[in-house]
């Protein structure tokens, strides 16, 4: 398996522009989580997903974010309008059961707002 | 929600000598502990992990212990080599909590 997949790994916009980072999770597995991480706050869940359906999303910071879950092999996180304080490493992971078992973290998309 | 707490924020030793993280975790619910190391510009990857029906578990280099009463777990390292220099999360979760909760992390650095 090629583990998951996130794209694009950097990605430098102006504020203001519309971002779209992406996720492939590993197939099989039924949850899918996006994490910001900044040296600031660390690790901060975003929202979670299970078989497709958002389960929490009060990590959200705003309504500027969205993600949505389309099919058990594509997620996107969409920032519009971006600011430069969104600045930082999106990480994308998934796991096939509910907090017993670990995560497997995509890449990590760096975002840069200028 | 659980809270898990992480010390410390940084560490630095000698290469050779041991490195002990620990972190403490608030709901008795959870059952599982990961243990996560991330490199500079890499990903979050798991390292080792323990569930509450067992109090220690060792993978060469590594090993962590589990105190329910205390609700304490920690990781340990010997013969630290600078590779080890990372970042390194705990976290704690089980099925009834929805999702595992990280610690704030901890930044390891050996020198050599």
């Known amino acids: 398996d090629a583990g998951v997949i996130q794209s694009p790994r950097h990605e430098v916009t102006e504020m203001g522009q519309e971002v779209t980072l992406r996720c492939k999770p590993i197939?099989?597995?039924?949850?899918l989580f996006w994490y910001r991480q900044t040296m600031m706050r660390g690790l901060e869940l975003l929202i979670y997903?299970?078989?497709?359906?958002?389960?929490?999303d009060s990590g959200m910071p705003e309504d500027r974010f969205s993600a949505k879950m389309p099919n058990a092999s594509f997620s996107t996180l969409k920032i519009q309008p971006s600011e430069p304080r969104d600045s930082a490493v999106y990480f994308c992971?998934?796991?096939?059961?509910?907090?017993?078992?670990?995560?497997?973290f995509g890449s990590g998309t760096r975002l840069t707002v200028v | 929600g659980e809270n898990v707490e992480q010390h410390p924020s940084t560490l630095s030793v000698q290469e050779g000598d041991s490195a002990v993280i620990k972190c403490t975790y608030s709901?008795?619910?959870?059952?599982?502990f990961p243990w996560y190391k991330q490199e500079l510009g890499k990903r979050p990857q798991l390292i080792i992990d323990?569930?509450?029906?067992?109090g220690e578990k060792k993978d060469q280099r590594i090993a962590v212990t589990l105190n329910k009463t205390a609700k304490h777990f920690s990781l340990h390292i010997t013969e630290t080599q600078p590779e080890d220099s990372a970042v390194y999360f705990c976290?704690?979760?089980?099925?009834?909590?929805?999702?595992?909760?990280f610690g704030r992390g901890t930044q390891l650095t050996v020198w050599p």
């Open positions: 197939s099989g597995h039924d949850y």
């Open positions: 709901d008795s619910a959870s059952n599982y």
């Open positions: 976290a704690g979760g089980g099925s009834t909590l929805g999702r595992l909760y």
């Open positions: 323990i569930r509450s029906n067992v």
């Open positions: 992971a998934s796991s096939f059961a509910q907090g017993v078992v670990g995560y497997t």
């Open positions: 997903f299970n078989n497709n359906v958002p389960i929490d």
